[in-house]
């Protein structure tokens, strides 16, 4: 079934198709960063992408002991610059996470702007990552995850959040039927980022549309292995180690034919648990 709604400037649909840019971050280049952003969000356009994601922490990297020059105030910089691709190209931007300087510190902040240009959720990373010293250099966040993206009910982690499913789950029992993730995830535990995204896709019975970055910094290689995986665990889309642009295609209405199929959530015996 296609859910279809008219809107002036596009049909909303449950078909999309995505594209996850494994950008290769600049450490603390944020200037290099920006550019380099928009460069491959012209790409995935031409691609014929109509929701693009980047991965955490794009516009700085891990470059935390020069937060203090490079963090983005209230993430002004960043939000504008979400907004005025999503205009120009009328695509839905998943906008990664950014440092974001807070009056009380700084934070790891996912951006969520729509093809309008509004900027629809504003997520900051709960679970900091001590092996990167998130926990001394970054505040953790106090925003829920769940939002809706073009009609569809959906929500967005960082990183480590999906090695703690009972967070991932609240948001699917808050209606989430798509899971956005974006991430620095290492080259070394890329097992277990496979594993873990797609184990929250069944168990959720949700699409779990992940975008990891490429390439390495002082003390890390990244994984890539960006992922689109469906709510029956099934990989739609799946990206190397190299920088580059995955695309896939993807049916939301699909969530509801799985979750009607295994009656999960009505199953549920909350009062046990
Ligand atoms: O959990 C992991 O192994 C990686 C997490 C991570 O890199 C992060 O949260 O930035």
């Known amino acids: ?58 516009t700085s990297g891990y470059d935390l002991t020069r937060l203090d020059e490079i963090a983005d105030d209230q993430a002004k910089e960043s939000i504008a610059f979400l907004q005025e691709q999503a205009k120009k190209y009328n695509v839905s931007l998943v906008g990664g996470s950014v440092a974001e300087k807070c009056d009380d510190g700084v934070r790891n902040t996912l951006l969520v702007v729509d093809s309008k240009g509004k900027l629809v959720h504003k997520y900051s990373k709960l679970h900091l990552f001590q092996l990167m010293d998130e926990h001394v250099y970054l505040e953790e966040g106090n925003d829920k995850t769940e939002f809706e993206l073009d009609g569809t009910d959906s929500a967005g982690f960082i990183c480590y959040d999906i090695r703690f499913p009972e967070w991932m789950r609240k948001s699917a029992l808050n209606d989430a039927k798509v ?13 277990h980022w496979r594993i873990l995204l797609q ?40 990206g190397g180690l190299e920088e580059e642009i995955v695309i896939g295609e993807v049916d939301f209405s699909l969530v509801e034919e799985v979750r009607k199929r295994i009656p999960v959530f009505g199953d549920r015996r909350e009062e046990r648990y």
């Open 179 to 191: 899971m956005y993730v974006v991430a620095e995830w290492p080259k070394l535990r890329i097992d």
């Open 1 to 58: 079934m296609i859910f279809l709604i008219k809107d002036n400037r596009r049909e909303l649909t449950l078909k999309h198709k995505i594209a996850m840019i494994q950008l290769d971050i600049h450490y603390g280049d944020t200037q290099t960063n920006y550019t380099r952003a928009s460069t491959f969000i012209d790409k995935a356009v031409k691609s014929g992408a109509d929701i693009i994601l980047l991965p955490e922490l794009w």
């Open 199 to 238: 184990a929250r896709a069944i168990e959720n019975q949700c699409y779990v549309i992940a975008c990891n970055r490429s390439g390495s910094d002082p003390k890390n290689e990244f994984g890539g292995m960006s992922l689109i995986i469906d709510p029956w665990g099934e990989v739609v889309a799946e």
